[in-house]
């Protein structure tokens, strides 16, 4: 997995296996796609190392921990955004690439302002 610039310290994959998640040294969580392996990770920062990195049992939730004793925790919703954002790189979507890139029982919202 190349784009950490540090170590990475822990791995979690999501409950449907399509997403791999790195936390590392330098500050970020990585979401990777399993099944585009070439395609790049949305990246999360954080103002601490990363120690741990999990998704709930659901998948609804990823949630990282570092040092100092902290944690964070993303409703899955809002990762979604991300992803379709840095997919398309544009401040609005049709609705038919909405419900492709977020889903159709997430309501559209204007993820890229």
């Known amino acids: 997995l190349r784009g950490h610039d540090g170590v990475i310290r822990s791995i979690a994959i999501d409950p449907s296996g399509t997403e791999l998640v790195t936390g590392g040294a330098d500050r970020t969580v990585r979401i990777w796609s399993l099944q585009e392996p070439l395609a790049k990770p949305s990246v999360l920062t954080v ?5 741990s990195v999990a998704f709930s049992s659901t998948g609804n939730w990823l949630a990282a921990s570092g040092t100092g004793a902290s944690i964070v925790a993303w409703p899955r919703a809002s990762l979604l955004v991300e992803k379709a954002c840095a997919l398309i790189w544009t401040d609005t979507l049709s609705q038919q690439e909405w419900n492709y890139y977020v889903g159709a029982d997430i309501e559209q919202t204007s993820p890229c302002s």
Do not use: I, T
């Open 47 to 51: 103002p601490w190392d990363v120690l």
